[in-house]
């Protein structure tokens, strides 16, 4: 080996740390060479870490990858750079120089357990909700005060009752206001962006105001082919109202669904808990007159 090329003999930079890369980087790194290992991900492991099992072998996809990570994890001669994307390269075989770009993870990776309360507490996620113009999310009218303690205090326990909380305050407002969950939160000792975060998960829950009486045309492919389209149409006509919208008197809402389990009497809507079946439009104002 020349002198020159003796000169060359140093660092190495490796690019991704998917299973390959994490290879390449062992493999150099047990060789003597120090390594760089870039990673755009957060973490290294790649695409194969999100896999159950590998074609064709159906090999167990973490039995492969979980020791190239302990060890590229711990090993001396390897640098992660995670969270990292090459800027630009420069210079030529043996004298590169490479600018890379690390982003801010807004954690301490030193300190992270990876509890994951940093994702269930995410103000950044949860703020729109809260922050309404003309409106503070602690202040409570007395009345909902009142039925939201009501509801609380039926519910002892911690945040195993998050879900029956919210149906029966779901239930009692045909929405979930803002300023009860807000209560909830404060009387439970419960994170607002936790509750937050259940609340936005299920459909039975609303986060938007609903009107008194909730119709909802069930556009399901039975529903769908017998002409579901021209009842939710007739529907919007007469109460002057889109999909998804509030009657201006709040009292209907019209909303659709997507199969309501009664396919053998299609077409079918539902308004609250009634439901009605073999469906045409000439039925529209019938039902609507129940509720008004
Ligand atoms: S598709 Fe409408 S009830 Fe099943």
Known sequence: MSSKTAEKVGAVLVVGAGVGGMQ????????????????????????MAQLDKTFPTNDCAMCTLAPRMVDCGGHLNIEKLTYSEIESIEGSAGNFKVSIRKKARSVDPDK??????????????????????????????????TKVDDILGRCSGGRETIVPI??????????????????????????I???????????????????????????????????????????GRELSVEVGGVTEDKQFSLETVNCVGCCGQ???????????????QTMVQDILGKYT
């Open 266 to 280: 299609s077409p079918v809507v539902t308004v609250d808990d009634d439901i009605y079946g073999y469906m045409n």
């Open 24 to 47: 390449a980087s062992l493999d150099l790194a047990e060789a003597g060479y120090k390594v760089y290992l870039v990673e755009k991900g957060p973490s290294i492991g790649g695409v």
């Open 112 to 145: 992270c357990t990876g509890c994951g309360e940093c994702v269930t507490n995410c103000l950044v996620k949860n703020i729109v909700y809260l922050d309404q113009p003309g409106r503070s999310a602690v202040e409570i009218e007395a009345g909902m005060k």
């Open 193 to 235: 962006e936790h509750i937050l975060r259940i609340a936005s998960f299920y459909n039975a829950f609303s986060l938007t105001p609903k009107g008194r009486h909730v119709i909802r045309v069930c556009t399901g492919t039975a529903c769908y082919v017998k002409g579901a389209q021209r009842i939710l149409d007739t529907f």
């Open 166 to 191: 919210l149906h029966d305050i779901n239930e009692e407002f045909k929405w979930l206001p803002p300023e009860a969950l807000c209560r909830m939160a404060e009387v439970k000792e419960i994170p």
